[in-house]
């Protein structure tokens, strides 16, 4: 009897834990993508119970009631959910991008983020997509620690500056570009192909030699995935652009009571009797600068994969026009890209990728001397755009208005040029593993691009300025560039007793890239029209060289090696060392070898250490290794670029001679870097911290025109002295990243990284017999810059303002500065310091007056989720940085800013800024008065998105975002002009503003929808 009531009690209690058990499923997906995500595991917490999606991510499971389900997949933050009854539980993984398991790529190869002991950061495609780039290098500026961009121009189109720890060269500073192994152009790449950026930044970039000294910055593009059903994606936005801010010029009125001071100060008579009649006049801001000028950009991606064959296309449409000119200076890009992968068999996988470029262009003048901003700014608000006539009105070409300064309407109107680029471009590899852990790799990369360029010089009379043109013309080029890599290495990893790893890269490269370019100019263009402007129409004869044409070739052949060892995961050492042959130099430097070492040590794999959810993770890193550059010309080498007159038969006949006086010596500049970092993370991986110590030795410079003797024919016209390797360079600082990324309650979800790079720059030593070598311009005949010992890299250099002189009695106890060209100093000008004490002031009190170098630079980008919606936002700033204020044309009847209303108008008004006159004073000399710091902080991004729930979209749609957004939003800063972090891009002279074209602010809305 009891055991029958035994057995009952049995089956109840079985009953009752039966139907306890309950069925969920749904889908997994990701969460930036939409993408369904096959073999995640799906799991019962502290239980054996569990399984994993389907190659559609979806999964079905029964789960007791109230257990917790856990969603996991390598890379991906893990997920989990409370089961109270049956349910369909649709899962969006996050992207885990700081996961120590997380691989990153380091060239030729690959390791586990934990395991890298050299300086990489890495910035993924979740961070691209909230960005919303028009170009690939704008996704760096404050996301990755130790590296500052700078815009040359806001134009659409314009390319970028990226420094890597700062200006380490005279020359080109720019990091070369790996684009899925194969040497490529960052700028040309649509955003939405990338996977990830990853930058190398020390020594780790050993591995490619004699490219590697700026830095190397790897891109992966995107693949597709093994048994994913095809899946599309679809990316939009459009707004609106408008320019960040207009500079406060004068009005109509403001300006003519000045020039009547300066004239009556100059002792002539006043041009505006009656300034009453003036008014307001022209802004000329408003007549150049679009409002709401359009923007457009449309990208998909298709993509899927078998358990063979992987696949991913793509293309992409960007319409931009210019905030200055519209259609005048617009930029139209189409990009297109086939990636493919295949198991050929269980050994042998064959890779391939195809991205195809085509773009089109056209600009304006700009930076310079007669841009179209220098004419607006100053180009007097007392005359109107246009006459009475329609005509556009002419400035006067009178002494007091300046030879270059027009109306920048007609400027724009009057100017026609087109520019049209295509590129192919891509890599096919084969993989193929020889034995167990030997794996031989082949690899061909390739670029191919095509130009078209055409100029039309249109008669036009501006009112007798200089840039008043007599004769049509049209000018057209085509440029062909071409080059290849090809990549053969092996990788072997091998176990030993369970503890020591071994991974061995050796292999070889050969680069060559070669092209030709053809000008040519045509004269008397039919029409005078751009509808004719073609070389075969202008007919007209010319009394110059009219054409022009250049080829040229260069190779390189290397040879790598790399050892990286750990044991138990503990102690980590990796040795690299290549070997370059390279065509741009001499017979005696054509080779040379770059080794290099990295080690590390993770000391929370140690067993004495106490792991704790406090500090989870710790590493200390090193790295030390020498790097090349040759982005040079070719100086061992002399071209026939000279031009002579000889007379033959008592006739003058033009002729070439040579060039650059050759120097067979001539080598490439080595770099010698060394890192010292650690790597921590605290609260299971919740808070990053990263620390770097470094210092960039240039050696070597190439410094062009070092004086030799004139016997060797320098003097002729187009010659010059050789370049030498003469000039070194020191870049040192620290680089700090923290990062909290976390889940708050059960929907809330917050990003944060912050980053700060603190940097010196000092110029080791200029051996060229002058110990300076100079660069930038200032007005029509001054330098601002030099490279010189114990300086930053392109200090500015010039006269030290000392105040104003308030009285004669001040004038006649200082200094006199007679020697400077004008000798009518009086009240009100300018007093300079003298700086040698000799009593005079002289073009040798010249010193240093500020650095276009920043000695900070930080990001600070935050991104929150709850539920559905999200909301992103990136702050950069640069501290420091001075710039040189060149727009303003120092001519009596110029447009000024408003600021010399501040002037000085008798004793103690004012100590900072000088009288007004039209008499012949040293106050528009180069000096700290033109200097100004150009600090800044930027809001360069905000976005807030909300991604329907995916459980609302049915079957064919995985993913539904919208958003809106603003980019370039806010910039606060103390300088005056138009964008404080704009650069010509120059190492010595590049933080010149000549009227910067300012990048504008966009504003956008844009959707991403995945099928």
């Known amino acids: 009897m009891k055991s029958k009531l035994f057995l009952i009690a049995l089956m109840l209690i079985s009953a009752i834990c039966f139907a306890q058990d309950v069925e969920i499923g749904g889908q997994v997906t990701e969460a930036t993508t939409g993408l369904p995500m096959p073999g995640v595991n799906v799991a019962v917490k502290n239980s054996s119970i569990g399984t994993t999606t389907d190659m559609d991510g979806n999964y079905t499971i029964k789960v007791p009631v109230g257990s917790v389900v856990v969603y996991s997949f390598i890379g991906f933050e893990s997920f989990e959910k409370v089961v109270t009854a049956s349910a369909t539980i649709a899962v969006q993984l996050k992207d885990g991008a700081k996961n120590l398991d997380e691989v990153v790529v380091i060239g030729y190869g690959s390791q586990r983020k934990k395991e890298v002991t050299g300086a990489v950061s890495t910035v993924n495609s979740e961070t691209l997509e909230r960005i919303k780039p028009v170009k690939i290098e704008q996704a760096l500026q404050g996301t990755v620690s130790g590296v500052n961009v700078t815009s040359t121009s806001g134009s659409p189109g314009a390319g970028l500056t990226v420094r890597i720890r700062g200006i380490g060269t005279n020359g080109s500073g720019s990091p070369v570009t790996i684009i899925d192994g194969y040497q490529g152009e960052l700028g040309l790449l649509n955003p939405s192909d990338i996977e990830t950026i990853t930058v190398l930044k020390d020594a780790q970039a050993a591995i490619y030699g004699t490219i590697g000294a700026n830095g ?33 010029t004068l009005n109509a009125s403001e300006y003519g009571a000045l020039l009547n001071e300066s004239y009556a100060n100059g002792g002539q008579a006043l041009p505006f009797p009656n300034i009453s009649t003036l008014g307001k006049g022209t802004n000329w801001q408003d007549e150049v600068f679009g ?7 449309h990208d998909f991606t298709l993509s899927g994969g078998s358990d063979k064959i992987v696949y991913s296309i793509g293309a992409s449409h960007l319409d931009q026009e210019g905030i200055v000119g519209g259609k005048k200076a617009d930029f139209l890009r189409n990009t297109a890209r086939i990636s493919l992968g295949a198991d050929l068999s269980e050994k042998l996988k064959l890779n391939t990728n195809l991205i195809y470029t085509q773009f089109d262009r056209r600009t304006l003048a700009e930076n310079g001397l007669g841009s179209v901003l220098f004419n607006t700014l100053n180009t007097p608000s007392t005359l109107t755009p246009y006459d009475e006539n329609g005509d556009f009105t002419l400035v006067p070409a009178t002494t007091g208005y300046g030879a270059e300064i027009i109306n920048p309407l007609a400027q724009m109107a009057n100017t026609f040029n087109a520019y049209n680029f295509k590129k192919i471009n891509g890599t096919f590899g084969l993989d193929y593993e020889l034995i167990k852990g030997l794996k031989l790799t082949s690899r061909m990369g390739f670029n191919t691009a095509n130009s078209k360029s055409r100029v039309f010089g249109k008669q036009v009379n501006y009112g007798g300025k200089v840039y008043d043109v007599q004769r049509s013309s049209v000018t057209q080029g085509a440029v062909n560039d071409n080059s290849y890599t090809f990549d053969f290495f092996a990788t072997y990893q091998k176990t030993i007793a369970d503890s020591h790893n071994f991974t061995v890269t050796a292999g070889n490269t050969i680069y060559r890239e070669w092209g030709n370019g053809l000008y040519g100019t045509g004269f008397d263009v039919p029409y005078n029209s751009w509808d004719y402007a073609d070389i075969n129409l202008a007919n007209g004869i010319s009394t110059s060289k009219s054409t022009s044409s250049y080829t040229y070739e260069n190779r390189r052949l290397s040879y790598f090696a790399r050892l990286q060892y750990d044991f138990k995961g503990r102690y980590l050492v990796s040795g690299m060392i290549r070997r370059d042959m390279s065509t741009k130099f001499g017979p005696n430097n054509k080779t040379a070898y770059f080794p290099s070492v990295t080690g590390g040590w993770i000391l929370s794999e140690e067993p004495f250490y106490n792991k704790s959810s406090f500090m989870n993770f710790a590493k200390i890193r090193a790295s030390y290794g020498s790097l090349g550059s040759d982005d040079i010309g070719i100086a061992y080498l002399s071209a026939l670029g000279g031009e002579a007159t000889y007379v033959f038969n008592n006739a003058l006949v033009s002729g070439t001679a040579t060039g650059q006086v050759p120097n067979p010596n001539a080598k490439w500049e080595e770099a010698r870097k060394f890192d010292v970092g650690t790597d921590l993370n605290f609260f299971n991986d919740k808070l990053t911290f990263v620390a770097d110590y470094f210092i960039d030795i240039r050696r070597d410079l190439l410094i062009q025109n070092i004086p030799v003797s004139g016997i060797v024919g320098t003097g002729a016209p187009g010659a010059s002295s050789p370049t030498v390797n003469a000039g070194s360079v020191k870049n040192y600082g620290v680089e700090l990243a923290a990062g909290y990324k976390a889940t708050i309650g059960k929907d809330f979800n917050v990003d944060i990284n912050y980053n700060v790079t603190f940097l010196k720059n000092k110029v080791l030593e200029v051996n060229n017999g002058t110990g300076f070598y100079p660069g930038g311009s200032f007005g029509l005949n001054e330098q601002t810059s030099r490279m010189e010992t114990n300086k930053p890299m392109g200090y500015f250099y010039g006269l030290q303002m000392d105040g104003i002189f308030q009285s004669q009695a001040e004038i006649d106890n200082a200094p006199s500065q007679n020697g400077l060209g004008s000798t009518n100093t009086a009240p009100g000008d300018i007093r300079y310091k003298d700086v040698n004490g000799d009593g005079i002031i002289t073009a040798a009190d010249k010193t240093d007056i500020g650095s276009p170098i920043p000695s900070a630079i930080m990001g600070f980008n935050l991104t929150l989720n709850y539920k559905g919606f999200d909301f992103t936002s990136y702050v950069y700033a640069s501290l420091g940085n001075d710039m040189v204020r060149a727009y303003e044309r120092n001519v009596p009847n110029g447009n000024r800013l408003n600021y010399v209303l501040n002037r000085w108008t008798g004793e103690g008004s004012t100590n900072a800024y000088p009288r007004v006159t039209t008499g012949a004073t040293n106050n528009n000399l180069f000096s700290s008065y033109f200097v100004e710091d150009a600090s800044y902080c930027r809001i360069q991004n905000m976005q807030l998105g909300y991604s329907i729930n995916p459980e609302m979209l049915g079957n064919a749609v995985t993913k539904a975002r919208f958003y809106v957004g603003v980019n ?44």
């Open 968 to 1011: 370039n939003a806010f910039t606060f800063t103390k300088y005056r002009g138009y964008d404080p972090g704009a650069s010509s891009g120059a190492a010595i002279g590049g933080g010149v503003d000549y009227g910067f074209y300012p990048v504008p602010r966009t504003f956008m809305v844009g959707a991403n929808i995945n099928f």
């Open 291 to 297: 409002k709401q000028v359009p923007l457009v950009s």
């Open 216 to 248: 190397v910055i790897l891109i992966t593009t995107k693949k597709g995935r093994k048994n994913q059903k095809p899946t599309l994606s679809y990316n939009v936005y459009t707004g609106f652009q408008e320019t960040t801010r207009k500079l406060p």
